[in-house]
């Protein structure tokens, strides 16, 4: 009796084919080890200089203004900083303090690229940088940004125009700004006849880099 029970098991595994040397072993898969194959999220690339910026550069939420445009000046003397351009606008224009809203320095008043940030922008207050009369666009929607120096004697220093392209993409992103909403003094449009920022200034180039 016993050795019919072996011979039907034997017999058994024969006809599986599991003792076959020419059937491949089933190969036998965990679900646990198999992984879809995601696609890579995307990389998203963030505009270049926009991030940690001073936070003196991001205006109180409470009384931030929609500006659409920057308006780019040159102070038209070898040397100044905000303080003294706030004094020198409120004795001889009798405005109320600095016309601009951000001033770069050039080294000799203030650090060369310092960008100083004026109580017009901390407070939101329409500037005076474009004529300085009211009702006037560029300084009721007009950002304004004036470089210390004559630039149609020099150049703005390397450091100053690399405060300027940071400080402008930052103002760009932030209130969609568009390349043809960015003037020279001169070129803006209403503003009275003049040559600022200086025939030294690159703006084609400086443009170019935003």
Same mark, same amino acid.
């Given at each position: 009796?016993t050795?019919?029970?072996?011979?039907l098991?034997?017999s058994?595994?024969?006809?599986?084919?599991?003792a076959?040397? %020419?059937?491949p072993?089933?190969?036998? #898969?965990?679900?646990?080890?198999v992984? !879809?194959?995601?696609p890579k999220? $995307? #990389?998203?690339?963030?505009?270049?200089?926009s991030?940690n910026?001073?936070?003196s550069?991001? $205006? $109180?939420?409470?009384?931030?203004?929609? *500006?659409?445009?920057i #308006?780019?000046?040159h102070?038209?003397?070898a040397?100044?900083?905000a303080?003294?351009? /706030?004094? *020198?606008?409120?004795?001889?224009?009798? *405005? /109320?303090?600095?016309?601009? /809203?951000?001033v770069?320095?050039?080294?000799?008043d203030?650090? %060369?690229?310092?960008?100083?940030?004026?109580f017009? *922008? &901390?407070?939101q207050? #329409?500037g005076?940088h474009?004529?300085?009369? !009211?009702?006037?666009w560029?300084?009721?929607?007009?950002?304004?940004?004036?470089?210390?120096? %004559?630039?149609?004697?020099?150049?703005?220093?390397?450091r100053?125009?690399?405060?300027l392209?940071?400080?402008v993409?930052?103002l760009?992103?932030?209130?969609?700004i568009?390349? /043809?909403?960015?003037?020279?003094?001169?070129?803006?449009?209403g503003?009275?006849?003049? %040559?600022? $920022?200086?025939?030294?200034?690159?703006?084609?180039?400086? &443009?170019?880099?935003l």
């Amino acid at each position: 009796m016993t050795n019919k029970i072996c011979f039907l098991f034997f017999s058994l595994i024969l006809l599986s084919g599991c003792a076959m040397n %020419d059937e491949p072993m089933p190969v036998i #898969v965990s679900h646990q080890s198999v992984q !879809p194959v995601l696609p890579k999220s $995307p #990389v998203v690339k963030q505009p270049s200089l926009s991030f940690n910026v001073p936070s003196s550069w991001y $205006p $109180p939420r409470s009384l931030e203004h929609g *500006w659409t445009a920057i #308006v780019i000046h040159h102070s038209a003397t070898a040397s100044g900083n905000a303080t003294m351009f /706030d004094k *020198w606008h409120r004795e001889n224009n009798h *405005w /109320d303090g600095v016309g601009y /809203d951000f001033v770069v320095a050039n080294g000799s008043d203030s650090g %060369d690229g310092e960008v100083e940030v004026t109580f017009r *922008w &901390k407070q939101q207050r #329409v500037g005076a940088h474009c004529g300085g009369t !009211p009702g006037n666009w560029a300084n009721e929607k007009g950002i304004g940004i004036c470089l210390v120096g %004559d630039f149609n004697k020099t150049q703005p220093s390397q450091r100053q125009m690399q405060s300027l392209l940071r400080l402008v993409r930052f103002l760009k992103g932030r209130y969609h700004i568009g390349l /043809d909403r960015i003037y020279g003094h001169g070129t803006t449009p209403g503003a009275r006849v003049t %040559d600022c $920022p200086g025939k030294n200034f690159p703006m084609s180039s400086f &443009k170019s880099k935003l």
